[in-house]
């Protein structure tokens, strides 16, 4: 069986410096220019780099830079979609610890007029050793800045040869926050004032948000696949039937990268913090909603829970009654959201082991759940019981029984103890509830204080240490509903 190699060079000018050849942008962004070039005209190739130490695996240069996604997952009507696409945008890959020249000298493309980045969430960071003189700098920013310069310089400032900057790592305003780290190297660096000042006028930093799940390279399954294709590639990557990509930037970018008409789920917004919030709380909060509560029912996996009924009208009655009403955009919309978000969660072909989800959890309840519960309260002057309850399921996870337990040494060793003053009758319930609401650390301030919500979360304790989750669930009037509808 012969490899996947492309046929003939391709004729694209360069369009697209790519930081990162990781599974999630060839399986997020080279997906979206692909399909962008085939149906949109937008006539652009792809240069991805890549400078993590120790990465000796072989570049997309052996396939002549061309790959196969593997689309699957639920559709808009919950039937299973497998989908194979080759992407042919990718123009090469270069290792810039071997060759740092041709990466400079991509800054002297002419058409290049988009930088995309998935570093992690570390990457966007800032230090006080890169050099410019270094080939290359360790840091991302410090390489960025490298490559801005010279871009700067070869071009003399031109307005029309500044560039879009669309960082996907998972940090808040990940745009601002990699400005300001271009602007820390080119001050450190003593650069010349007209580089910054045509960094002001002519490059866009723009925030995004990214959604999709991209697991990776399916090892397990290649030898079926491959026999399906009908030839090997070991780039293969697989990714989720749903993708979000939004953007916060000027609206020349939809022209630029011709939007208009491409029914792609890629949105251009002035402000991107509604959307953030509606991912934490429905995505991210619902995971973190299901968790416990399915642990604790025995199941093992985010499959499974959707398979049971009751603990997915849990959830659904959650997001519907009490986290949908408390984020900052339509219904409408919210609604057909958390429906994606269920058909994502049913996806047969991606196995969430609930376990490994729970890692952390009191960092992520904090992030995603409990300003949903405060908002909730605040508007309704009513606590939402649901949430409750998961929070009171999450407690009981920390008991140790139901997983091996993974989390910020002060939190296991809080409910260590916790659990033992419990048992010997040192507490009751309502102590429980109410020391671990008062931890300011873990909530940004004293929730003890919230009218009702010792005593409901206490109940809650008690109800599940009596009477198991399941009847729990039935008895304490959170579930309505065991079909998964949202409207």
Not at 13 to 20: A, K, M
Not at 68 to 86: D, I, M, S
Not at 262 to 287: A, M, Q, T, Y
Request: glycine share 6%; net charge negative.
């Amino acid at each position: 069986m012969q490899q996947l190699h492309r046929a003939q060079p391709s004729q694209r000018p360069l369009r697209v410096l790519q930081f990162g050849g990781g599974n999630f942008l060839r399986g997020f962004f080279d997906w979206y220019v692909d399909i962008l070039n085939e149906t949109q005209g937008l006539n652009a190739d792809v240069l991805v780099l890549r400078s993590t130490a120790g990465n000796d695996a072989p570049l997309l240069d052996t396939q002549g830079g061309v790959y196969t996604t593997l689309v699957r997952g639920l559709n808009e009507a919950g039937a299973p979609v497998k989908q194979f696409r080759q992407i042919q945008c990718v123009r090469g890959e270069v290792d810039l610890r071997k060759d740092f020249d041709a990466f400079i000298a991509s800054a002297h493309e002419p058409a290049l007029r988009f930088i995309v980045s998935n570093t992690t969430e570390a990457g966007i960071a800032a230090n006080e050793v890169d050099a410019y003189e270094d080939r290359p700098p360790a840091s991302f920013p410090a390489k960025l800045t490298r490559w801005l310069h010279e871009r700067y310089r070869a071009f003399n400032g031109q307005p029309d040869k500044g560039v879009y900057v669309l960082p996907c790592e998972l940090i808040d305003d990940n745009g601002p926050a990699l400005k300001r780290c271009v602007l820390h190297f080119a001050q450190r660096w003593n650069l010349e004032p007209g580089f910054t000042d045509w960094l002001d006028r002519s490059c866009f930093f723009c925030s995004t948000l990214v959604d999709r799940i991209v697991p990776g390279h399916p090892a397990a399954e290649m030898a079926a696949l491959e026999n399906e294709l009908g030839y090997r590639d070991p780039f293969l990557v697989a990714a989720e039937y749903f993708n979000l990509f939004v953007i916060q930037g000027p609206a020349a970018l939809a022209q630029e990268l011709k939007l208009q008409h491409s029914g792609l789920h890629i949105n251009l917004v002035e402000d991107i913090k509604p959307f953030k919030l509606r991912k934490v709380g429905i995505l991210n909060g619902g995971h973190t909603l299901l968790v416990p509560i399915a642990l604790l029912a025995g199941l093992e996996s985010v499959g499974a829970a959707m398979n049971d009924e009751l603990v997915t009208g849990f959830l659904v009655d959650a997001l519907r009654e009490e986290v949908i009403p408390t984020l900052p955009l339509p219904a409408s919309e919210l609604q057909s959201f958390a429906a994606d978000v269920l058909r994502r969660f049913s996806n047969p072909f991606i196995h969430h082991r609930l376990e490994s989800i729970a890692l952390n959890s009191w960092s992520k309840f904090a992030v995603r759940v409990m300003p949903q519960l405060l908002r909730y309260q605040e508007q309704e002057q009513a606590l939402p019981k649901r949430l409750v309850l998961a929070l009171a399921a999450t407690m009981h996870l920390y008991r140790g029984r139901a997983i091996t337990l993974k989390d910020d040494s002060r939190h296991l060793e809080w409910f260590a103890g916790a659990w033992s003053h419990l048992e010997e009758g040192r507490w009751n319930w309502a102590d429980l509830a109410g020391r671990w609401l008062e931890n300011a650390d873990l909530w940004g301030r004293d929730l003890s204080a919230v009218p009702g919500l010792v005593d409901a979360l206490a109940a809650d304790l008690e109800a599940i240490e009596k009477n198991g989750i399941r009847r729990t669930l039935e008895r304490s009037g959170a579930l309505t509903t065991r079909t998964p509808a949202l409207t």
